[in-house]
């Protein structure tokens, strides 16, 4: 049985008021469960269970918005390093509003009921219409942020900013290059460049929209846009056009990789963070002797698993919903989609298609 504040639209009015009434009513929530290893739609159930009061120190949320993430679909088929105990449920980002706080309305947190807020622990399981976590698992969303920006904010922003941070000095004017740079993580990338003045290389596979491809990324921000059969010959750092990389960000492998470190400028460095290709980074042995270049893994779990209660988080936060509130960093490509809509998207989630790698937002 919980307490709960009940939106209601006034009759005969066109306009919708809060009315808050302090009743008892019981709540349900569908949760989406796997208690296997297997492709999504075969393995995922959508189920409905009683949500419990919450207790002190706990808070109960509705959720709006939860993502599908690659490493959501990865984690479900077995292939993550991270692997949950069964029963497990799905998702590791979402949104959602404050309904009720344990304690007698304060639970010792400064969260109030008609917050926004986001889990920023991992392996939580956030794709349900109502969960209940502990106050410190949550942290509140400025009220002018959008449903698709909080609920996307924890994964791909902050592993672009961690990796623009982290590994090279990077000053306005100077040349970060990337591949995969139409995946959701590319395009928080090439818009947090144009927010710092850094010039933002992007790398993608040909196709025939290619020319719709290559204005809308620069629409977000990027300098350029190359085929991987136009970074192969590209003069863009050898004539001047651009200062030579000093940072290189990888989520492909493969050849793809091997090319774009050709590219990179003395003492330059490789990030990789992911491997769609499913084949090995190989490393010239002249690169690592004559250039000094340095090769270098980054997994965003891990990081926040270091700094769950770090300044740099903190700070992290600040500046991303900062540049979120002033226009200058917004969701990556995506639609919105009824969450008994489940095996749809999961199913086209593991089929991208079109010019841009559309993210599915699971809408309450």
């Known amino acids: ?161 961690r990796m623009l941070k982290d590994f090279v000095s990077l000053k306005p004017g100077d040349t970060v290059i990337q591949n995969g740079a139409n995946s959701a ?43 991987e059969e136009e970074l192969r010959t590209t003069k863009l750092f050898r004539d001047g056009i651009f200062r030579k990389p000093k940072l290189a960000l990888n989520c492909v492998g493969g050849k793809n990789a091997l090319e774009m470190s050709r590219q990179l400028d003395q003492a330059g460095v490789m990030v990789t963070y992911g491997g769609m290709s499913r084949e090995p980074v190989t490393v010239p042995t002249a690169s690592l002797i004559f250039k000094d270049l340095r090769f270098v893994g980054f997994w965003m779990t891990r990081w926040t698993k270091e700094n769950a209660a770090s300044p740099a988080r903190a700070e992290m936060f600040n500046e991303l919903f900062g540049l979120i509130d002033r226009g200058a960093l917004k969701a990556p490509a995506h639609e919105m989609i009824a969450f008994d809509q489940y095996i749809s998207a999961v199913t086209n989630a593991l089929n991208i298609q079109g010019f841009v790698g559309k993210k599915y937002i699971f809408n309450f």
Not at 193 to 214: H, M, S, T, Y
Request: one cysteine or more.
């Open 185 to 227: 993580c590319g395009q928080a990338i090439i818009q947090l460049c144009r927010a710092w003045n850094i010039e933002c290389v992007g790398v993608v596979r040909d196709r025939p929209d290619f020319g719709q491809l290559k204005d809308y990324l620069k629409s977000l921000g990027a300098a350029e846009i190359l085929t």
């Open 1 to 161: 049985m919980s307490f709960l504040a009940k939106r209601f639209t006034k009759p005969g009015a066109g306009q919708h008021f809060l009315a808050t009434t302090v009743r008892q009513m019981s709540l349900v929530a569908k949760v989406l469960r796997y208690g296997e290893f297997g492709e999504p739609a075969k393995v995922l159930r959508l189920q409905e269970e009683p949500v419990p009061e919450p207790k002190d120190g706990e808070v109960l949320i509705r959720t709006l918005g939860a993502p599908i993430n690659p490493a959501d679909i990865n984690t479900i088929q077995g292939k993550y390093p991270v692997k949950p105990s069964f029963p497990a449920v799905g998702g590791n980002e979402c949104v959602g509003e404050v309904v009720a706080i344990g304690g007698g309305g304060s639970g010792g947190t400064s969260l109030k009921v008609g917050d926004r807020v986001v889990p920023f622990a991992t392996g939580l399981g956030t794709w349900r219409s109502h969960a209940i976590y502990s106050a410190g698992q949550l942290m509140k969303v400025p009220a002018g942020i959008g449903v698709a920006e909080a609920a996307t904010i924890t994964v791909n922003p902050c592993t672009g900013y």
